[in-house]
């Protein structure tokens, strides 16, 4: 049977994994949603016409910019219990990544649901920023908003954008403390970062971080399973980080970028270093953006071997989440693999020549 989410409101618990060091945590365990509504409805497609175009954050106009800002800034003026809020959002991953909820629905109320480290990792992020996206617009009334991705695959794009790390965070609602003061721009981005620093010419970083989106793209995830993840179904116990089941990308990028984001000298490198906290640095969001379109990418590569699940324990595993409306919605991996559906495209600078392409490790 596929994973099924619990009823979000009532099955929630404290998130009690994956933090190693709980006493000097800066942020909080208590991640469980807030309650303004109990029945969990169906997803309805959205109808409207426009498609949002998720933008390059290296590269937005001053118009992107300034209406990302101005509703990032309105998401975190909202009350701390409100479903919209910035601390709302941030805590829906860890709830979901940390031991929050149970595989109750599916008769197994002793295991808890981890969508890391398999099959489920990109149809569940997905869903999250799409989610994320509409209620930044709805909060600025804007139906065409779309969030930005960092481009870290373009050698334009491969230090933290400029417009995270402007200001501080009285002025810059995009600014986060807990980044690791040696990341910061200009310091070009390694992905593929263990825990070591790489030193050596922003060339050969750049050579070689192109070199590991092939690696990613191409090389490690010439099939299904071997870019989305392993199997993990009802009754399977959450999937250990190092896993031989991890997709290329989660494992390869997209946790390398955290690593390197998060401030080591936090106790659990947070924010980006721990998936309890991720969720509370902005750039989450925008790495994350990315990681999707790693997927559309994988996919207009045309390549033989690059398709989805077909398994119905992967099409038919789902989730819930806050609406734009603060409705409960219920949404399966089936219904997230088209996004001209979901009305919202990346914006493609030269979608035939991508810079890694001849890259080849
Ligand atoms: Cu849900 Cu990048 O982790």
């Not at 065409?144 to 050698?155: G, I, S």
Request: charged residues 25%.
């Amino acid at each position: 049977d596929p994973i099924t989410t619990p009823d979000i409101i009532s099955s929630c618990k404290e998130a009690d994994s994956g933090i190693k060091d709980v006493e000097n945590a800066v942020r909080t365990r208590k991640c469980c949603p807030p309650n303004i509504s109990k029945t969990i409805k169906p997803f309805v497609f959205p109808n409207e016409k426009t498609v949002r175009v998720r933008w390059p954050a290296h590269n937005g106009s001053n118009d992107q910019v300034a209406k990302y800002k101005q509703a990032m800034r309105a998401m975190r003026d909202l009350p701390d219990d409100h479903p919209h809020s910035f601390i709302q959002q941030a805590k829906i991953h860890c709830a979901y990544c940390n031991g929050g909820y149970t595989q109750v629905d599916s008769g197994f109320p002793d295991i808890d649901i981890q969508i890391h480290n398999s099959w489920l990792f990109f149809p569940y992020h997905r869903w999250y920023l799409y989610f994320y996206e509409r209620i930044l617009g709805k909060l600025i009334n804007d139906p065409t908003f779309a969030l930005p991705f960092w481009n870290w695959d373009n050698p334009s794009g491969m230090t933290i954008p400029a417009i995270f790390q402007d200001g501080n965070d009285e002025l810059n609602p995009l600014f986060d403390i807990y980044r690791d003061a040696r990341h910061l721009p200009p310091q070009i981005v390694d992905l593929d970062y263990g825990a070591g620093e790489r030193d050596t010419t922003n060339e050969i970083q750049i050579a070689c971080n192109l070199s590991t989106v092939y690696r990613d793209l191409v090389r490690n995830g010439g099939d299904t399973k071997s870019f989305f993840g392993g199997e993990y179904v009802a009754g399977d116990a959450p999937v250990a980080n190092g896993a031989t089941s991890v997709g290329s990308v989660e494992a390869g990028c997209h946790i390398a970028i955290h690593r390197w984001v998060g401030d080591s000298t936090q106790a659990n490198s947070e924010d980006m270093g721990n998936l309890y906290s991720s969720g509370y640095d902005p750039l989450f969001y925008a790495h994350h953006s990315n990681v999707d379109r790693m997927w559309t990418l994988w996919k207009d590569l045309g390549i033989q071997g690059h398709t989805e699940p077909t398994d119905p324990d992967w099409l038919n595993a789902s989730y819930v989440f806050y609406d734009e409306n603060e409705d409960l919605v219920r949404v399966y991996n089936k219904d997230c693999i088209n996004i001209n559906k979901l009305k919202y495209k990346y914006y493609e600078e030269s979608k035939s020549v991508f810079p890694w392409r001849k890259s080849r490790p």
